[in-house]
């Protein structure tokens, strides 16, 4: 699935997680007026936070969504009906466009009357995406594929596949309020500034409010798995891992015993030491990268170098993107470079 994040499970033990799991659908306090929801995903991660906000009037703001599916939809109902029934779903703020966090945005806002919060260009793909049955948006696949080296039975298989993003996501509303980089946001009583992460996706909203101690982080910064950073089929060239690594310098400045919230795993305190530590694991992931093309090889080639365990099909998708971002992050640090072959697959060497 486009966007899943993989199982990379790592070494944190320098966090700290404050809180206990909850049980699924049962929102729990994290800090005053301030829920957490763990949404089942039907997916080797199996689950995805969301966060409620009490608003000063009534209302409830909500911080991403799930899946479009009838598990996640009769979860909400439940939650909305009746553990809350005595506040409205006012807003739901979703960070960015996969379908774990925008998937029942539509749904949500249609059935309880709610606006949606995005960054602009997060609502954009969403809708996009929703709306995209074009040959063009197959055939952008099929050359990302080609060019990857991939054997010829796995890019139809993969063709086949389709549009993975609309069987998990419906189609988010026609209207948002757009969200951007340095926005100050009163949200219950947090007052949020919008830091917008890159690179896992191209503008994820995170909120931080130093006063109270929070940051809502999305999947910019996780505990135990390193975000998917991926190149998409859109932009078979883009440098996102660059645009990872230097948008997680925005979270720098927080302070180190800061409560982050993650999209997926539990809350944490070690902001810093998280961060040092996705920036090492990518590093590290480049040397190997690096080793990898000595001789020339193409990214199907590179991709078992990458990861500790064996990739199988429902994670070619993101195995081959990680694979492509650091591949043309070293091209683009001008430590490697790729030659296109006669057989259509880009061929990355050493220099
Ligand atoms: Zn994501």
Known sequence: ??????????????LTYTHPRPPWGEPVPVLEGLWWLRLRLPLRLDHVNVWLIEEEDGGLSAIDTGFDDAPTRSAWQ????????????????????????????????????AELWASRAEWLMARMLAL??????????????????????????????GNLWRRR???????????????????GRFRFRVIIGEGHAPEM??????????????????PRISPVVSVPPSMPEADVLADFLGSLER???????????????????????R???????????????????SEPRTVYEVMPALFDFTIDESQLGFALGETYAHLNHLTARGELAWELA?????????L
């Open 251 to 273: 979270y720098r400045p927080l302070d180190e015993g800061i409560l982050v919230l993650p999209s997926h795993g539990r809350p944490f305190r070690g902001l810093h030491r």
């Open 78 to 113: 439940r939650v909305l009906e009746q553990v809350f029934a005595h506040r409205r779903l006012v807003r739901v703020l979703a960070t960015h466009y996969h379908p774990d966090h925008i998937g029942l945005a539509g749904w949500l806002c249609r059935r309880y009357g």
């Open 169 to 187: 996501a419906g189609a988010p509303p026609g209207a948002h309020r757009r969200l951007r980089h340095g926005d100050h946001l009163q949200l």
């Open 342 to 350: 006669d057989d259509g697959a880009l061929r990355f060497r050493r």
């Open 132 to 161: 995209d049955t074009s040959e063009e948006f197959d055939r952008a696949y099929e050359h990302y594929d080609r060019r990857a080296g991939l054997p010829e039975e796995l890019v139809q298989r993969r063709r086949a596949a």
């Open 1 to 14: 699935m486009q966007g899943a994040l993989g199982a990379r499970r790592e070494r944190a033990e320098a």
């Open 205 to 222: 909203v995170t909120l931080v409010d130093e006063e109270a101690g929070v940051l809502i982080a999305a999947d910019q910064v996780l």
């Open 275 to 293: 961060l040092d530590q996705l920036a090492a694991h990518h590093e590290e992931r480049l040397a190997r990268a690096l080793a990898a093309c």
